[in-house]
């Protein structure tokens, strides 16, 4: 069945040190790989997504790879500060489905 | 536009009861889907409804159903209320069309089963 694996659980890092959340997926048909930022006692906010037809996209301090050969998507996140602290979520869906499959989640700390 | 929105952000029932829960999409936003978090699974997908119609389910018993009407609002309603549907009941919009998936979440609404 559908199943996105997310690691690692807990990540962390010095302030201004990287962070890499990684996740694998199983349903091939998938193409749409957002992820998602949760901080405690507040909605998911969208900070990043990429489609199949794309191999890496960035937004100033965030990075999101794509291998569809692998089903290995990662998110990348360079001089984390303090505020980056939260719980992501990565997750995957089909063609225009509003199904989202989620990982487990990653709490990441940033120490200051 | 104003964000997605859920009512009521908090309930405490007690088991056997049955609970409505509802989400308005952002305007525009044809697709809603509802999702559970819970501490120990994470967050699962419950369905997904898109012009009225339910167009995707996940792997939830038939207490679990919900419904979309012609402005796009959404409900949801648990019936036969357990002590493990305690949770957090997100719901998220998204425009629908094809290429255009992105969702948006609802606050949630947080529900407690006694």
């Known amino acids: 069945g559908e199943n996105v694996e997310q690691h690692p659980s807990t990540l962390s890092v010095q302030e201004g040190d990287s962070a890499v959340i990684k996740c694998t997926y199983s349903d091939s048909a998938s193409n749409y790989f957002p992820w998602y930022k949760q901080e405690l006692g507040k909605r998911p906010q969208l900070i990043i997504d990429?489609?199949?037809?794309?191999g890496e996209k960035k937004d100033q301090r965030i990075a999101v790879t794509l291998n569809k050969t692998a089903k290995h998507f990662s998110l990348h996140i360079t001089e984390t500060q303090p505020e980056d602290s939260a719980v992501y979520f990565c997750?995957?869906?089909?063609?225009?489905?509003?199904?989202?499959?989620f990982g487990q989640g990653t709490t990441l700390q940033v120490k200051p | 536009k104003a964000g997605v929105t859920q009512t009521p952000r908090y309930l405490i029932k007690t088991r056997g009861q049955q609970v409505t829960l509802s989400c308005s999409p952002i305007?525009?936003?044809?697709?809603v889907s509802w999702y559970q978090q819970t501490p120990g699974q994470g967050l699962q997908f419950l369905f997904e409804y898109f012009s009225e119609t339910q167009r995707n389910k996940g792997n939830f018993p038939g207490r679990f159903s919900g419904r979309q009407f012609s402005n796009s609002r959404s409900e949801m309603n648990v019936s036969t209320l357990e002590l493990g549907d305690s949770a957090l009941y997100l719901c998220?919009?998204?425009?629908?069309?094809?290429?255009?998936?992105?969702?948006?979440f609802g606050p949630g609404t947080r529900l407690t089963v006694l």
């Open positions: 997750a995957a869906s089909s063609s225009n489905t509003g199904k989202l499959i």
């Open positions: 998220a919009s998204t425009p629908g069309r094809e290429g255009n998936n992105e969702q948006f």
């Open positions: 305007s525009g936003h044809r697709s």
């Open positions: 990429i489609r199949s037809n794309v």
